[in-house]
C-alpha cells in the first residue's frame, strides 16, 4: 500500500486535526521527479454517481481526510474508491479536481468559468453564481478538508471584494444569498464566514441591497449570528470614524488564512508574486478578448463593402 507523506504527517499530528500544508517540509507530488506514483483512487460524485480516478499521493498530500480514509484499516482504503457525499455540484467537484493537478482555480471572468456558469459575464446573475460557485467549492474544502484549497479559494474572493480582480474597482458586497450558505454549510468561525461578516461590516449600506425583492427577502433570512457579528464590526468600524476621523482599512488578506503570525511574512511575498501573475495575465486576457473583436469588426466592414460593391455593380 502507499504511504503518503500526508499520511506520515497526520499520524504525526493526530487523524482529524487541522493542519496547513503550505510551509510543510514535504514536496507535492510530481510526475516530474516521479513522486506522484502510479497508485489510483476511484471516486464517485453526483446523482448519477460520475467515475473519476485520482492519482491517490495527491489526494493524500492535499487532504489528511483522503490520507485517513485512504490509509486506514476503513473499506475505501481496501477498495481504494470513495464516493463524495454531501450533494456538492458535479461542477465544485470537477473544479477540485482540476485544482489537485493544476493547483489553480480559473480566473473570475474567465472562458472556463463561463463555460461553467453556462452564461455570460453581462448576464446579471454571473457575480452571484460565482460566488455560490466559490462559496461550495471552499465548503468541500472544509468537509473533505484541504486546507489549501480553502485558501486558493479565500484568496479569489479578497481579490474580488477587496482588490478588484487586480484590475478594476473592486465588487460591494456579496449576495445574503451567498452569505446564507457560507453560514450553513460551515462553521460560523470559519475564515470565509469571517470574510463576509467583515466586508458587510465595513462596506454595506441600504444602498446596496437595491431594489431586487429576492434580496430583500433573502436579508430576512440570514442566520442570526451574521447579523450580530456585522453588528459588533459596525460597532468598530464607527469607533474608528470618530477616534481617527478616517475609514478603519479592511483586514489584510493573511487575517482569513489558517496559518499563524510566524507564516504572515512568507505568506505576504507569495501574495505579491501572485498578485502581479495574475493581474499580468488577466490583462493578457483582456487584451486578447479586444484583439478578437477588433479583428471581428474588421471582418464585418469587409464584407459590409464587398456587398455594397457588389449591389452597385449589379445595378449599374
Ligand atoms: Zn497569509
Given at each position: 500500500?502507499?504511504?503518503?507523506?500526508?499520511?506520515?504527517?497526520?499520524?504525526?499530528?493526530?487523524?482529524?486535526?487541522?493542519?496547513?500544508?503550505?510551509?510543510?517540509?514535504?514536496?507535492?507530488?510530481?510526475?516530474?521527479?516521479?513522486?506522484?506514483?502510479?497508485?489510483?483512487?476511484?471516486l464517485?460524485?453526483?446523482?448519477?454517481?460520475k467515475?473519476?480516478?485520482?492519482h491517490?499521493?495527491?489526494?493524500?498530500?492535499?487532504?489528511?481526510y483522503?490520507?485517513?480514509?485512504?490509509?486506514?484499516?476503513?473499506?475505501?482504503?481496501?477498495?481504494?474508491a470513495l464516493?463524495?457525499?454531501?450533494?456538492?455540484?458535479?461542477?465544485?467537484?470537477?473544479?477540485?479536481?482540476?485544482?489537485?493537478?493544476?493547483?489553480?482555480?480559473?480566473?473570475t471572468?474567465?472562458?472556463?468559468?463561463?463555460?461553467?456558469?453556462?452564461r455570460?459575464?453581462?448576464?446579471?446573475?454571473?457575480?452571484?453564481?460565482?460566488d455560490?460557485?466559490?462559496?461550495?467549492?471552499y465548503i468541500?474544502?472544509?468537509?473533505?478538508?484541504?486546507?489549501k484549497?480553502?485558501?486558493d479559494?479565500m484568496?479569489k474572493?479578497?481579490?474580488?471584494?477587496?482588490?478588484?480582480?487586480g484590475?478594476?474597482?473592486?465588487?460591494?458586497v456579496p449576495?445574503?444569498?451567498?452569505?446564507?450558505?457560507a453560514?450553513?454549510g460551515?462553521p460560523?468561525n470559519?475564515?470565509?464566514?469571517?470574510?463576509?461578516?467583515?466586508?458587510y461590516?465595513?462596506k454595506?449600506?441600504?444602498?446596496?441591497?437595491?431594489?431586487?425583492a429576492?434580496?430583500?427577502?433573502?436579508?430576512?433570512?440570514?442566520?442570526?449570528?451574521?447579523?450580530?457579528?456585522?453588528?459588533?464590526k459596525?460597532g468598530?468600524?464607527r469607533?474608528?470614524?470618530?477616534q481617527?476621523?478616517?475609514?478603519?482599512?479592511?483586514?489584510?488578506?493573511?487575517?482569513?488564512?489558517?496559518?499563524?503570525?510566524?507564516?504572515?511574512?512568507?505568506?505576504?511575498k507569495?501574495?505579491?508574486?501572485?498578485?502581479?501573475?495574475?493581474?499580468?495575465?488577466e490583462r493578457?486576457?483582456?487584451?486578447?478578448e479586444r484583439?478578437?473583436?477588433?479583428?471581428?469588426?474588421?471582418?464585418?466592414?469587409?464584407?459590409?463593402?464587398?456587398?455594397?460593391?457588389l449591389?452597385?455593380?449589379?445595378?449599374?
Amino acid at each position: 500500500m502507499l504511504t503518503c507523506p500526508a499520511a506520515q504527517a497526520s499520524s504525526e499530528n493526530k487523524a482529524g486535526k487541522r493542519k496547513e500544508v503550505e510551509g510543510s517540509a514535504a514536496r507535492p507530488p510530481s510526475f516530474l521527479n516521479g513522486t506522484i506514483g502510479i497508485d489510483t483512487v476511484k471516486l464517485t460524485a453526483g446523482p448519477n454517481q460520475k467515475p473519476y480516478v485520482i492519482h491517490k499521493s495527491l489526494l493524500c498530500y492535499y487532504s489528511p481526510y483522503f490520507a485517513a480514509a485512504l490509509n486506514g484499516s476503513f473499506k475505501e482504503a481496501e477498495e481504494n474508491a470513495l464516493k463524495i457525499d454531501g450533494g456538492f455540484r458535479l461542477e465544485v467537484v470537477n473544479l477540485f479536481f482540476n485544482w489537485l493537478y493544476t493547483q489553480t482555480i480559473p480566473e473570475t471572468r474567465s472562458p472556463e468559468i463561463r463555460a461553467i456558469l453556462n452564461r455570460g459575464i453581462e448576464s446579471k446573475d454571473f457575480d452571484v453564481e460565482w460566488d455560490m460557485l466559490m462559496t461550495g467549492l471552499y465548503i468541500f474544502g472544509d468537509r473533505y478538508n484541504v486546507p489549501k484549497l480553502r485558501k486558493d479559494v479565500m484568496d479569489k474572493f479578497y481579490s474580488k471584494y477587496e482588490l478588484g480582480d487586480g484590475t478594476g474597482l473592486p465588487y460591494g458586497v456579496p449576495s445574503y444569498g451567498t452569505v446564507l450558505k457560507a453560514f450553513n454549510g460551515l462553521p460560523d468561525n470559519s475564515k470565509l464566514c469571517h470574510f463576509f461578516v467583515c466586508i458587510y461590516g465595513t462596506k454595506w449600506d441600504s444602498g446596496c441591497d437595491g431594489a431586487s425583492a429576492e434580496e430583500i427577502k433573502a436579508r430576512d433570512e440570514v442566520p442570526r449570528i451574521f447579523l450580530s457579528k456585522v453588528m459588533l464590526k459596525m460597532g468598530d468600524v464607527r469607533k474608528y470614524n470618530s477616534q481617527f476621523d478616517d475609514e478603519p482599512p479592511m483586514p489584510g488578506l493573511c487575517a482569513f488564512h489558517e496559518h499563524g503570525p510566524e507564516a504572515t511574512n512568507a505568506c505576504r511575498k507569495a501574495q505579491r508574486v501572485e498578485t502581479a501573475v495574475s493581474t499580468a495575465a488577466e490583462r493578457a486576457r483582456m487584451e486578447a478578448e479586444r484583439a478578437v473583436a477588433v479583428e471581428t469588426r474588421r471582418e464585418t466592414m469587409i464584407k459590409q463593402a464587398r456587398e455594397k460593391r457588389l449591389k452597385t455593380s449589379n445595378g449599374s
